[in-house]
C-alpha cells in the first residue's frame, strides 16, 4: 500500500515529484502554479529538452537542469529520476504538451515514486481529452479513454465492435493521417446516425470543433484541412444532439 500527504504548498519540497500540465497550443492555459514549481525544482524531466526549454523561455522562467525522460528512456530514466529523488532532489516530470502520463511518458516514473512512498504532487493544467470532451456537447456522465487507435484496421475494427454498444462517451487521440479513416470507419461500422465531435488544433489560432452525425462530419471533413492534431469523441448510439 502507498499513502503520502498531498503538499499544495507554493514551494516546492525536496524529495517531491511534481507532475505538471503544460499548454497544449495557448501559452496562457500555463497555470501560475506551474510556472512556480517549474522554476523552482531541482530537475525538470522532459521528453524532449528542446521544447521544453523553448517553453521555459518563451514563459520567461530560466531554468537549471533538464533531463531526457521519454519512450525509449522510460524504465531506466525513471529509475534514475528515484534516485535524485531518495537523495533529496525535488523533480517535475512534463510532457511536449498537455498532461503527463495520458499517451505521454509519466507512468513508469509515478509508480516508482508510489512504490517507495516518495510524494508525488499533481500540478494539474490543459488536456487534450478533457477540454475537448467538456466542450463538445457529447455526454460528460461518463467515458472510456482509448488513447490512440491501433494503427492496423483489423485491431481498429474489433475496437469499434467491442464497444459498439457502451453506454458512454468513447474518447480518442488521433493522428492528422488517420483521422478520415476513422471517420470512414466509425461510418462503416457504428451507422451514419452515430454522433461524434472532432476537434483539431483545440486552443490554437485554427481551432475547429465539428459535431454531429458522423456521416455529416466525413462530408465536413472531406473539406477541411487534415494538418494539426486531433482528439476523436464518439457517442453512445442512443445518443442524439
Ligand atoms: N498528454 C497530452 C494531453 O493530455 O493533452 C496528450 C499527448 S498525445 C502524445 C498527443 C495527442 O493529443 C495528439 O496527437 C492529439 O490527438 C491530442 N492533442 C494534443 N494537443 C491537441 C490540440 N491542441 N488539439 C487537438 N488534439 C490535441
Known sequence: MAETNGNTSLHSLPGHLYVVA???GNLADITERAKLMLQQVDIIACEDTRTTGALLS???LSHHTLVAYHEHNELQAAENLVAQLTSGKSVAVVSDAGTPGLSDPGFRLVRACRKRMLPVIPVPG????????CASGLPTNGFLFAGFL????SARLAF???YRDFDYTLALYESCHRISKAIDEINRELGASRVVCVAREVTKLHEVFIVGPVADVQARLGKSSLKGEFVLLVAPASFAL
Open 22 to 24: 503544460t499548454p497544449i
Open 58 to 60: 518563451r514563459l520567461g
Open 126 to 133: 490543459p488536456c487534450a481529452l478533457t477540454v475537448v470532451l
Open 150 to 153: 491501433p494503427p492496423k484496421s
Open 160 to 162: 469499434f465492435n467491442k
